[in-house]
C-alpha cells in the first residue's frame, strides 16, 4: 500500500559526491521520520541520517560535515546528498519512514541502493 523506491546510487570515485532521492507512494496520509540506513558486507544495518516532518535532523558521527539530509513533504521525498566521499562509505544504502497510511501507522523500508566508493 505505501512504497518507497530509492534512486541515485552508483560508482563514484574517492572525494566525489552522489545524491540520493526515495521517493515514497501509495496511501498516505502523512509522514513522519524520514531516515537513511546502510549495510556494508559484513556489518549490521546503520542509521546514517534523520529527518523530522518538521526539519530537524540528526547524522552518525562518521558522516557528520559531509553528508546532508533534506525532504519535499509536498513530494513525499527525502534526499540524501553525500559529499567527499570515502571508500568506507560504499554499502548499500536504505530509506526508511514512520507513515501514516490510510490503514494506520507503518514501518516502511525501500528496496536499496548500491553505492561503491572506489577509484
Known amino acids: 500500500q505505501v512504497q518507497l523506491v530509492e534512486s541515485g546510487g552508483g560508482l563514484v570515485q574517492p572525494g566525489g559526491s552522489l545524491r540520493l532521492s526515495c521517493a515514497a507512494s501509495g496511501r498516505i496520509l502523512s509522514i513522519n521520520a524520514m531516515n537513511w540506513y546502510r549495510q556494508a558486507p559484513g556489518n549490521e544495518r546503520e542509521l546514517v541520517a534523520a529527518?523530522?516532518?518538521?526539519?530537524?535532523?540528526n547524522y552518525a558521527d562518521s558522516v557528520k560535515g559531509r553528508f546532508a539530509i533534506s525532504r519535499d513533504n509536498a513530494k513525499n521525498t527525502v534526499y540524501l546528498q553525500m559529499n567527499s566521499l570515502k571508500p568506507e562509505d560504499t554499502a548499500v544504502y536504505y530509506c526508511n519512514a514512520a507513515v501514516r497510511s490510510t490503514t494506520g501507522y507503518l514501518e516502511v523500508w525501500g528496496q536499496g541502493t548500491l553505492v561503491t566508493v572506489s577509484s
Open positions: 529527518i523530522t516532518s518538521g526539519g530537524s535532523t
